[in-house]
């Protein structure tokens, strides 16, 4: 591995293209500690279903939203306005127009992402600033900023801070551009990635606080070396399954159609067209987690204003909270159960989007290609869309398992959510993707020189 890492930098190209992505990443991370100006030292304080709700928020956004700062908002508007195309790309006509004019239309699309984006980070931001920050009586702001009357802050401060924000997240998007350009990977799920991984010293942190010398068992007080050890094979086992079903394919055998030319043949040759077991990545448990955390917060506000009044809004409110145990009877449970429903629907649903039978069998039919014992057309059609239908059973089942892996690591190990989610959910999915997505850049640059990839003995 040292010698391949060698041959890595050996390269001139690949050397600077990888600087070049790792000054890119260290100014986002220089830039994640600025604070904005209205606030004084000190996180906003938050708790319950609030605090789990902004610590799934800055898994996919590459921030946090209880330190606001120049890049308060992340990545996360311009990821919601990529969603928002891709999903329109399918249902209106124009847009699927533009999709299929090649480099000119997809550059298109990418013009009215970052409108869209624009468009976004004002609302959040603004949203945020005038919900969560103002309205919040120990939010740490500088009392300078405040009004002749000093019950709210003065509205130019206001316009202020929200184009700090929207400027901070418009140049992370310019951040991941250039990295798509210039640098190596993908450049928004490289920040991504860099904000799960920062997260890292913290939970190591954490997990030295409760750790006891003497054994523990399934104490939630301590965890001492008996429980390390469980720990440390549950996240090896939990890491190679995940690697293994985000590189899983089931590989369904074509043929291409012979053609005559003179003397010669041509064609006849045996392929295989690859259909990825986890078609729809990590987006059903962000969509599955988004649509569960509106209820709950929701209710919990009611809870909060109703206050004995109400008492139904306290149990709709902790039947959505996912703070207990798992394996309660009670509000957890609830949760989880839906949580898994989620993740089933989403998977189908998102993988009906991206995966088109119809014009996967009709490209087939173009380049004269076909699957052996099924005529091409709409007999191929259907095959596809079956194999399709089985193989994400497999890909939902095992995106549920991930996805409540944490909240058993929690319940009966008694470690931080914060440790916990390194186990399972988003956050490991997005990292293991995102970290092969990067091998095997690098290694389409060693294969082009004749070296042999990363992975490769």
């Not at 990529?82 to 239309?105: D, M």
């Not at 173009?366 to 709409?378: E, L, M, N, Q, T």
Request: with cysteine.
């Amino acid at each position: 591995m040292l010698e391949k890492l060698r041959i890595v930098f050996s390269i001139p190209e690949l050397r600077q293209k990888i600087f070049l992505t790792l000054f890119l990443l260290a100014v986002y991370r220089i830039g994640y500690h600025v604070r904005l100006p209205i606030l004084t030292d000190g996180n906003l304080a938050y708790s319950g279903e609030m605090a789990s709700f902004l610590d799934k928020v800055a898994v996919f956004s590459a921030t946090d939203l209880r330190s606001l700062t120049i890049f308060g908002l992340g990545i996360a508007p311009y990821i919601s306005a990529s969603i928002i195309f891709q999903l329109l790309g399918t249902v209106w006509a124009p847009i699927e127009q533009l999709r299929k004019e090649g480099a000119v239309g997809r550059k298109k699309i990418n013009e009215y992402t970052r409108y869209l984006t624009l468009f976004i980070c004002i609302i959040q931001s603004w949203a945020y600033l005038q919900f969560s920050v103002i309205s919040d009586p120990n939010a740490p702001l500088s009392k300078e900023f405040y009004s002749s009357g000093g019950s709210s802050l003065a509205w130019g401060w206001i316009f202020t801070t929200v184009a700090i924000m929207t400027a901070g997240s418009m140049f992370l998007m310019w951040l991941g551009e250039q990295i798509d350009e210039y640098g190596i990977g993908n450049g928004v799920s490289l920040l991504i990635m860099a904000g799960i991984l920062a997260q890292m010293p913290k939970a190591l942190w954490d997990l030295r606080q409760n750790m006891s010398g003497s054994l523990t068992g399934m104490s939630n007080n301590a965890i001492g070396p008996d429980v390390l050890i469980v720990l440390a094979f549950l996240f090896v086992g939990v890491v190679f399954a995940v690697v293994f079903i985000t590189m899983a394919q089931r590989r369904i055998q074509m043929q291409s159609a012979k053609h005559v030319r003179g003397r010669r043949v041509f064609g006849g040759t045996k392929q295989f067209l690859p259909l990825k077991i986890n078609q729809s990545g990590v987006m059903p448990i962000i969509f599955a987690s988004s649509m569960l955390m509106i209820p709950g917060l929701l209710f919990g506000m009611l809870a909060g204003a109703f206050a004995g009044d109400a008492e139904w809004t306290q149990n709709v409110a902790s039947a959505f909270s996912s703070l207990s145990s798992m394996f309660t009877t009670g509000s957890s449970f609830t949760y989880n159960v839906l949580y898994i429903a989620f993740i089933f629907f989403f998977c189908f649903f998102w993988t009906s989007i991206m995966f088109n039978p119809k014009e996967m069998s009709q490209n087939l039919q173009d380049s004269g290609a076909f699957i052996p014992g099924y005529r091409p057309g709409k007999r191929t059609a259907d095959y596809l869309e079956k194999v399709m239908i089985r193989i994400t059973y497999v890909g939902a089942a095992f995106l549920a398992l991930v996805a409540i892996v944490p909240t058993i690591i929690t319940s009966q190990f008694g470690v931080s959510q914060s440790v916990a989610g390194f186990y399972g959910g988003t956050g490991l999915l997005i990292a293991v993707s995102v970290a092969f997505d990067l091998i095997q850049k690098i290694d389409s640059h060693l294969l082009m020189r004749n070296y042999k990839g990363l992975l490769e003995q």
